[in-house]
């Protein structure tokens, strides 16, 4: 197993623990004072971002306070403290964005176990929440996983990261024990209509879409909303 090596700090009333399994680094954000075990929601990052983001850290401690969720952000390959000048490039590759996809998946995997054996984490309750970037990595990890019970991947569409909706390469057939929202956006400028569509009608499972205004780069309280009530639901 990879090393796993940890530091932790008392932040606003919750555990924060900074972490690296390897060469992943991640952050976990723990209520603190109150026994778990507590449902554990993996909040992805889109590109050109980090798990410190606003984007993740944001809903992570609200969530963690609100719901007593631990709440996990991981570093992508390429970013934040592996950053490299272009993570694009891999996904201008086909073969290195579904290398890149894979590796996700397997991180994903090992931290959910890695923080099960070393803190008060119910992998019994497993959810999901990518942005972008962040979701179309999620669809293979939360799939090739198997025990996430929800998750939410918005602003996502198949392609090179996620795979097709049907045939060789793709995933979604790991998806029909989970209850999926996806997130489109009126305006998205990066997906296309059609690569949402793919992807939601390809989801074997329980599942729903919503629609909310604004381009791809509009991430605001809507869609974090929607996530939230997602997961409040079925996680």
């Known amino acids: 197993m990879a090393e796993f090596e940890a530091s932790e700090r008392e932040n606003g009333g919750l555990r924060e623990v900074s972490f690296r399994l390897g060469e992943a680094p991640g952050l976990l954000w723990l209520p603190d004072g109150i026994e778990g075990p507590f449902p554990l929601v993996l909040i992805q990052h889109p590109g050109m971002s980090r798990k410190e983001d606003p984007i993740v ?44 996809a894979a590796q996700f998946a397997g991180e994903v995997a090992a931290a959910i ?46 392609g090179s990261l996620s795979g097709p909706a049907e045939g060789e390469g793709s995933h979604l057939a790991g998806l029909a024990e989970v209850v999926v929202r996806v997130i489109a ?19 074997p ?24 009530e997602w997961l409040v639901a079925n996680v």
């Open 113 to 158: 176990d890695a923080l099960a054996e070393r803190y008060p984490v119910d992998t019994g309750r497993l959810g999901y929440y990518g942005y972008s970037l962040g979701a179309m990595l999620g669809v293979p990890a939360v799939a090739g996983d198997g025990r996430f019970r929800a998750a939410v991947f918005a602003a996502a569409g198949t």
């Open 57 to 100: 850290s944001g809903p992570a401690r609200a969530w963690a306070t609100t719901h007593r969720w631990a709440c996990l952000g991981l570093d992508a390959p390429g970013h934040g403290e592996r950053a490299v000048a272009d993570p694009f490039a891999a996904m201008r590759d086909p073969e290195q964005a579904a290398a890149m």
């Open 205 to 228: 499972g329980d599942k729903d879409l919503v629609t909310l205004p604004g381009g791809h780069f509009a991430i605001g309280d809507d869609v974090v909303g929607a996530a939230e």
């Open 185 to 203: 956006k009126e305006r998205d400028e990066v997906v296309s209509p059609d690569a949402t569509m793919e992807l939601y009608a390809g989801i």
